[in-house]
């Protein structure tokens, strides 16, 4: 039933994306929406604190009324822990003005109080904003979930904003801060002054980058369809009857984050400093290039999922199989089919929000794998290759996934590859005996019809390379998952056609250049033949025209729909759906709880982007 609400909620609530937001991990529990106030007020021109003495702090649920009828969403609060950020040990966090704890466990009112706590640091801030209190789940179910962070600086001297200033309350996407992550798409924000010298007076502002960054451009008005900010600074004049001004800002293209809250902006009047706002540009990678610090904040989001959040098996057996092993009917839902590019779309979203659950800062890198790779091929990382007739990955004892196991496997991940560790499958490139470079994807063709078939080229060309029987990663579909490169590769596979999309201006789903088949199964013609198989293997798809391949379908396992015929006589659906519903979060509701081929295509709405180019 709570599943249904979900879907209800998102159908009538498109423009209120946090009403619909979900814990990721429990995409049936909804999301506390979780404010905290430095120093007790609303303004940050005070989250400046010092090591001599703690400074009062609170956080509240804002979402606590339900959305339809009376009563509490949290009835009994929500059981969390505040902390610091991951591998970060900055602040003194506590419930009372002494100690020398750095985290504590308590309930959050379910009726929305504020909740009273104290703060003092315990090393001086690297840099303003880069000291963060987190608030994460701690129940018996759905916990190590982050919802919520917040910036301030530990300093040796007195903050740089004097309080006889105009003080002003920003909210970037909404009131929380797990919405404070950003790409090169726009994100709405506002402003407000909280204490004028009267209603009818006003405030001229400036927003800017904070010097020595550039991280962020900005924008006010509505901007075109497939735009972006592009402004370097922005002009804004506030009220004094405390109404909100809106702007927006956007990642600055070739100058993403590498640490959260690296993204600072200033309110300025004139030459004085009002506020200082702290977002990430979170932007997917080359893995190859990575800093220590992003690598190692990957490595130990991935052990959580998998050791803590127990989910990783299920990415596993939703791909071409389930717990038993290879299943046909989940093989061609994904694959050898229209629906292959939009369907893995989707799947490795999932994933990397599963991940943002443990560690917001974190993005799901991809495998150039046309180009040599030796960062990732390590034993600090994904894992050296070893020496014959061993197979399995040598990986560093202190890497958080030395401890790597799947279900029925020994321990360790299976990997011996022809091409060492060097990263690169084949030493031809371009041509059929080897992986195709990014240039012989794209020449591909121009159509969705012709693109498509890069699943049979490039896709297969760099699993095929890999190690054949002897590593996982060039197994069967179903065991290629149980290595954590095969994410890596497929964050390829997607940002191939990211761009290609971008290349070519293939947005519109309507159009059959940007997804060949259009409609819906159900009205779809029965020529040519809606499934078929090689005669002499069962296993081996030839025609692939099944209940989920056309633009307005929906995606299985996050349709929840299982064992579904649309009049074929034949099994379309697998008999479980085990990724069911897709996590909505704080900010995007996109590609929505059941996505649809439709809703995965423009992955500007998605809020990613890449390294490598600028969709805009």
Known sequence: MKHYYFIFCCVIMVLFANSCAVIPTCPNSRMPIIEIQVNNTESNHDDYIGTSGFIQCRARITNFNKDFGSGLQFPGGVEVEFRNKRLSS???????????????????????????????????????????????????????????????????????????????????????????????????????????????????????????????????????????????????????????????????????????????????????????????????????????????????????????????????????????????????????????????????????RILQASDPSVALPYWHFDMSSPNMFNADFMGANPTAPAAVAIINPSNPISTWQITGQAAGIRRRTPYGNNGIPSSVMGTGTGVATEAATFALGANYSSFKGMEGTTHNGAHNNSGNSVSWIAGSPHIAPQDPLFYFLHGNIERLWAKWQWLNNRFDATQSSTYDLQGGHSNSPSSPPVFTTNPGNPNQITSNRTFGQYVEDSLWPWDNKTGVSQGTGTLERPATAPLTPFPIVVGSIFPGAQPTIKTTIDFRLMNYGYDDFFPY
């Not at 002009?235 to 293209?253: E, H, P």
């Not at 694959?335 to 994933?351: D, Q």
Request: glycine content about 8%.
């Open 90 to 352: 900055d602040l003194f966090i506590s419930t009372t003005n002494s100690g020398v704890t750095t985290s504590f466990f308590t309930t959050l009112p379910g009726n929305g109080g504020w909740f009273n706590f104290f703060v003092k640091g315990n090393s001086l801030s690297a840099a303003d904003k880069a000291s963060i209190i987190e608030i994460a789940t701690a129940g018996a179910s759905c916990n190590e979930v982050v919802i919520a962070r917040k910036g301030l600086m530990v300093s040796s001297s007195p903050g740089p904003i004097p309080n006889t200033r105009p003080q002003v309350a920003i909210e970037v996407g909404s009131i929380t801060t797990i919405d404070d992550y950003i790409a090169w798409n726009p994100v709405s924000c506002r402003i407000k002054w909280l204490n004028p010298s009267a209603p009818g007076a006003t405030l001229n502002i400036t927003l800017r980058n904070m010097p020595s960054l550039n991280r962020l451009r900005f924008a006010t008005g509505t901007l075109a369809a497939g735009t972006t900010a592009t402004n370097l600074t922005e002009n804004l004049t506030l009220s004094g009857d405390g109404s909100w001004a809106s702007f927006k800002i956007a990642g600055n293209q070739n100058n993403a984050s590498v640490e959260d809250k690296d993204a600072v902006f200033e309110v300025m009047q004139g030459a004085d400093l009002l506020a200082r706002e702290a977002v990430m540009v979170r932007i997917r990678k080359n893995a190859n290039t990575l800093s220590t610090p992003e690598r190692d904040r990957y490595l130990e989001a991935l052990r959580e999922i998998h050791q803590t959040y127990n989910f990783y098996e299920l990415f596993k057996n939703s791909h071409s199989g389930n717990a038993s092993g290879f299943n046909v009917i989940a093989h061609r839902q994904a694959h050898v089919g229209s629906a292959f590019l939009p369907w893995h779309r989707a799947f490795m979203l999932h994933i990397e």
